[in-house]
């Protein structure tokens, strides 16, 4: 094996993606899947792979420093690609300090484990730190986030995700640590935990749930299909200039009111339901506090110096994920069954 290249949370829904992106493509990588398995981890993700030579997967929590540390010195990794975090910005809210403590100090763990594994020595190594336009905050109805825009994040997630930003970028500055950062806008796909707002709309159209819009359903978020994002983190990954960020982005902008009618619609559709019959289920509810109005990325950096665009277009990749769910029926009920439920009525009460 030419490298070993520590994936963190690669059992969610970006991560395990990634993982394979990884996996199948560079047979001459170590792929070291470092996942804790919270409720958003599961290696049901990844059963396609797992017997391959190249993958192993660590049971580790980032927030364990003595852990973290001890699994590199005996693992020597030449990179990470940290990706292990807490995601859902609704759970922020109610339980703003596991986001701290996983997404601020689990990622300064990791750093101070690779600082002292690599022990000044950078030759062919690389952090890649993971994560989301949402730490610039919000836009009006025009304009684009670049990767010049300050960072303005209001949810407790967004604000843990900007602190780790944030100390990446401190550690190479400061000790001069080699890092990209990728900055990317809302995923969808399989595997997506249907605590998200299209798989849950996915899963509550299957079980004639009312579908829960939040405010009066404006809010526009900027779609990208999640093979694409594992994509953009292989180009950038090897490509990507040390101490660089990189927007990630779809160029595809929708109010969640009308991604929502087009999901009925097409969900209707594959179902052989009469069309209209989904949308009815449409509830406007109580909206998100600190909502963010509107997310756009300007991708012009990482297509301009790395030749990304997507490769999926909107329609098709929403085609492709309804499939998904419909194929994966236990994938669905086990991932709703059981802390799930508990949550759903807490959040929607
Ligand atoms: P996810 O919630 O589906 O998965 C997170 C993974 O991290 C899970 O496997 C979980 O078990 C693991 N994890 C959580 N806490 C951990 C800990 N303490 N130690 C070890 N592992 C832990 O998340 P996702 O949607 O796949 O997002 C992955 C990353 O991408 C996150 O950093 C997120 O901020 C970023 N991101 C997500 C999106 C999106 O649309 N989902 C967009 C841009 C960036
Ligand atoms: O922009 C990238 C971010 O996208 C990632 O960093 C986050 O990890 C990821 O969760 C996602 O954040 P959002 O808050 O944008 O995603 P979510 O699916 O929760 O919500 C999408 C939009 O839909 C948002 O405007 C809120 C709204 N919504 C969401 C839910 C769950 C609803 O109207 N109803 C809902 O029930």
């Known amino acids: ?27 001459h990588y170590r792929i070291v899947n470092l996942d804790v398995l919270t409720y958003a981890g599961n290696l049901e993700n990844l059963r396609d792979i797992e017997d391959k030579e190249n993958y192993t997967f660590v049971k580790q929590d980032i927030r364990d420093f003595d852990g973290v540390l001890s699994l590199f010195r005996a693992l020597k990794p030449d990179a990470v690609i940290h990706l292990a975090a807490e995601s ?42 993971v994560s989301t336009d949402e730490v610039y905050g919000t836009l009006g109805d025009v304009g684009l986030f670049t990767e010049e825009t300050s960072y303005d994040p209001h949810s407790p997630y967004s604000a843990s995700k900007a602190a780790s930003d944030h100390f990446v970028r401190a550690y190479h500055d400061t000790y001069g640590l080699p890092i ?46 999640v093979v694409d994002h594992a994509r953009a983190i292989d180009l950038v990954f090897h490509g990507g200039r040390h101490g660089e960020s990189y927007n990630v982005g ?63 277009t909107f329609e098709e990749g929403l085609s492709h994920t309804i499939d998904w769910y419909l194929a994966n029926p236990d994938w669905l009920a086990n991932v709703t069954s059981g802390a799930y439920q508990s949550y759903y009525e807490q959040q929607y009460k």
Not at 88 to 114: E, K
Not at 288 to 298: K, N, Q
Request: hydrophobic letters at 35%.
């Open 88 to 129: 859902h910005v609704d759970r922020s809210i109610s339980d703003p300090t596991s986001f701290v403590t996983t997404n601020v100090l689990g990622t300064v763990n990791l750093l101070n484990a690779v600082r002292e594994v690599w022990a000044g020595n950078y030759a062919g190594k690389l952090f890649h730190h």
């Open 250 to 312: 779809g160029f595809n902008e929708w109010q969640n009111i009308d991604l929502v009618k087009e999901l009925c619609r097409q969900m209707d559709e594959k179902l052989g339901r009469r069309a209209g019959t989904s949308a009815q289920l449409i509830t406007f509810v109580k909206d998100r506090p600190g909502h963010d109005l509107r997310y756009a990325i300007d991708a012009t950096k990482i297509n301009r110096e790395l030749g990304y665009t997507p490769t999926v």
């Open 1 to 27: 094996m030419q490298k070993t290249i520590v994936i963190t949370g690669g059992a969610g829904f970006i991560g395990s993606h990634v993982v394979r992106e990884f996996v199948v493509k560079y047979s």
């Open 180 to 225: 990209v950062i990728t900055n990317c806008s809302n995923n969808y796909g399989p595997n997506h935990f249907p605590e998200k707002l299209i798989p849950l709309c996915i899963h509550n159209i299957l079980n004639n749930k009312p579908l829960p819009i939040y405010g009066d359903g404006k809010f526009t978020r900027d779609w990208l299909y």
